[in-house]
């Protein structure tokens, strides 16, 4: 049974979504509706909706955002992350009674630091791919930590006991997070992690 | 692309169009063939598009009441590109912009 009366809803719909695209990617949405025409109704015609979606939205942020200014980002958040730890470093040489806490997030946040922008510099290029694994693995556990770093420091500062707020730990997470976050979401936007040629001996 | 090796996907959508040089092909055939869901092909068509290796166009089904619907194929330049880098070996995995390439 061909798809019409739902295929037909959704391409009107859908035809009101495309003026809201770049220029570039109108046709292109427009092709992803009429195709859908001729798609038997069930899982294949949802799986193409669904993957029609996902087209369209990455059209959306990639005319917003570009992959290039994403980088940007990232390589500036790193260097700031890696500033952030290195003031911890300090922190923890220079002044008394600091704990063992602070030293080991300096040295965190060095490494995912240094690790980001000597991978963004092709530094690691002889290790691939086991060094985009790495760092996608790295970023993931920083995403998990920072986010959880983040939340129960902003839990603590409800109540904070003796009303002595914490914004260290909670600064310290929301870097974690964000840095990572946007390591990740390169890796996600980009259709395909791309592959360069290895050197030919 | 330039420079770049492509996905494997990008080389299974190009060696089905190396498969047939000339001819042109639907997106939900290629899809269906290749067995790409269409949040996966559609981003490899249009990058080989923004990168003259695909050419486009319009076209009137015969039935009456559909769409038309849009259809691809290499271009000429696109089939030596495409037969090149199909032969090519495969490589590392990065998202950092290779050295050199500036597009």
Do not use: C
Not at chain 1, 17 to 24: E, G
Not at chain 1, 90 to 99: A, K, N, R, V, Y
Not at chain 1, 136 to 150: C, E, R
Not at chain 1, 189 to 196: A, S
């Amino acid at each position: 049974m061909r798809l019409r009366h739902w295929g037909h809803t959704v391409a009107r719909r859908g035809h009101l979504m495309v003026y809201l695209l770049p220029p570039s990617r109108k046709d292109w949405a427009r092709a992803l509706l009429a195709e859908l025409e001729e798609i038997e109704r069930g899982p294949s015609a949802l799986r193409w909706v669904l993957g029609g979606g996902r087209v369209v939205a990455r059209g959306w942020i990639g005319s917003i955002t570009g992959e290039d200014n994403m980088k940007t980002v990232l390589a500036t958040l790193s260097v700031i992350n890696g500033l952030m730890g290195l003031t911890l470093l300090g922190l923890f040489l220079f002044t008394d009674d600091t704990p063992l806490v602070v030293p080991v997030l300096g040295v965190g946040l060095l490494i995912q630091a240094g690790y980001t922008l000597a991978y963004m510099a092709g530094v690691l290029d002889a290790r691939e791919p086991w060094s985009q694994r790495a760092l996608l693995a790295g970023q993931t556990v920083a995403v998990l930590v920072g986010f959880f770093g983040f939340v129960a420091s902003a839990l603590y500062n409800v109540a904070p006991p003796g009303g002595d707020y914490e914004y260290g730990p909670l600064t310290i997470g929301a870097l974690i997070a964000m840095q990572a976050s946007v390591a990740l979401w390169i890796f996600a936007v980009q259709d395909r992690p791309e592959r360069t040629r290895v050197a030919q001996p | 692309m330039n420079g770049r090796r492509p996905s494997t996907q990008t080389e299974t959508v190009l060696s089905a169009f190396l498969e047939s040089p000339g001819e042109w092909f639907y997106g939900y055939d290629l899809s269906k063939r290749l067995g790409l869901p269409s949040g996966t092909l559609y981003p490899i068509l249009m990058r080989l598009e923004d990168r003259s290796h695909l050419e486009t166009r319009w076209t009137e089904p015969a039935e009456g009441g559909r769409p038309p619907r849009h259809m691809y194929r290499l271009t000429t330049a696109g089939r030596a590109w495409a037969t090149a880098a199909v032969a090519e070996p495969s490589g590392a995995i990065t998202f950092r912009r290779p050295v050199g390439d500036t597009g």
